[in-house]
């Protein structure tokens, strides 16, 4: 792993800008499916299923597909609404099939100005099987990240692997095509540096914890645990925040976050979280570049 081993103490501070204490991201996971794959393995989605069953890829697995393909026609409008109703910008992650299958969608978020993530070429295509051909992935990525290109206009800044699932020289072909975020890697609250042999890339966490799928289906939480959850999460990087700054993901899928019963969810940490004055409601491309701009010796030997 090309990053240096940090314990938290032993950093310098870091600071937002205009002194904020937390930044907070809201990441929309774009994704598209295919229906069916060749032969008769199962197909993994890149993403846990409502009806746990596996059917083999060649068979159409229709209650796991509609109930993805949900988030895509009901879901995801419902919730753009509420965030752009609350004034907070949206950082989309987006596979390149989501591009050229359901274009409406990344164009109601291009039209706001607000971030697209490249996010691998199709939700069930996991790099980590090219893990021992980086010919393979290098290929994978470039078509992905040509996709990316045609359809949101301007080549991609960042990287998230689908399923989280990257492999060892996933950073490094990143960096070889100038890309300056990677999101893989989830074991930090401020961003770091990861060392390639094209100069460093920033990783700016993603999160597991604090992501829809854990707490609304592994962990079964309810609406208001959930909402208490956020609140929690938020309220404590916030206070830690005021000797260095702190970074708060929250990671929603449509056909999951996107139910009209789990509203009130979202609303409620809004609410509570608009409350404060010096919160950084941002992007993962605004934190890579202010990072690198300004907080490069935050970790002793890194980049």
Not at 88 to 106: D, F, H, Y
Request: with cysteine.
């Amino acid at each position: 792993m090309h990053y240096p081993w940090s314990a938290a103490p032993t950093r310098k501070p870091i600071h937002w800008p205009d002194g904020k204490r937390l930044a907070v991201i809201i990441t929309m996971n774009c994704e598209y499916w295919d229906l069916t794959k060749p032969g008769s393995e199962p197909y993994y989605a890149g993403g846990p299923p409502m009806l746990p069953d596996p059917l083999p890829g060649n068979v159409a697995d229709f209650p796991n597909f509609t109930w993805r393909e949900y988030g895509q026609r009901a879901g995801v409008w419902r919730l753009f609404r509420l965030f752009e109703e609350a004034g907070v910008p949206m950082s989309l992650t987006m596979n390149a099939k989501m591009g050229t299958e359901r274009p409406e969608v990344i164009r109601f978020g291009l039209d706001r100005g607000w971030e697209v993530v490249a996010h691998n070429y199709e939700q069930g295509e996991l790099l980590t099987r090219y893990t021992f051909d980086p010919a393979a992935e290098r290929e994978l990525i470039r078509r992905t990240l040509e996709v990316y290109k045609q359809v949101c206009g301007r080549p991609a800044r960042g990287w998230l692997s689908s399923s989280l699932r990257s492999t060892p020289n996933t950073p490094d072909i990143l960096a070889e095509n100038g890309l300056l975020f990677f999101c893989d890697y989830m074991n930090d609250d401020q961003p770091y540096l990861i060392s390639t042999p094209s100069g460093p890339i920033v990783n700016v966490p993603y999160t597991i914890e604090v992501n829809d799928f854990t707490f609304f289906h592994r962990r079964a939480m309810t609406t208001w645990d959930a909402a208490r959850m956020l609140k929690d999460q938020f309220d404590e990087l916030y206070r830690e925040g005021a000797e260095s700054a702190r970074l708060m993901n929250i990671g929603l899928h449509p056909h999951v976050s996107g139910h009209a019963h789990r509203m009130p969810c979202f609303r409620e940490f809004l609410s509570h979280a608009k409350s404060r004055s010096d919160v950084w409601w941002t992007t993962r491309e605004q934190v890579a570049e202010w990072y690198l701009k300004n907080c490069r010796d935050h970790i002793a030997g890194q980049g």
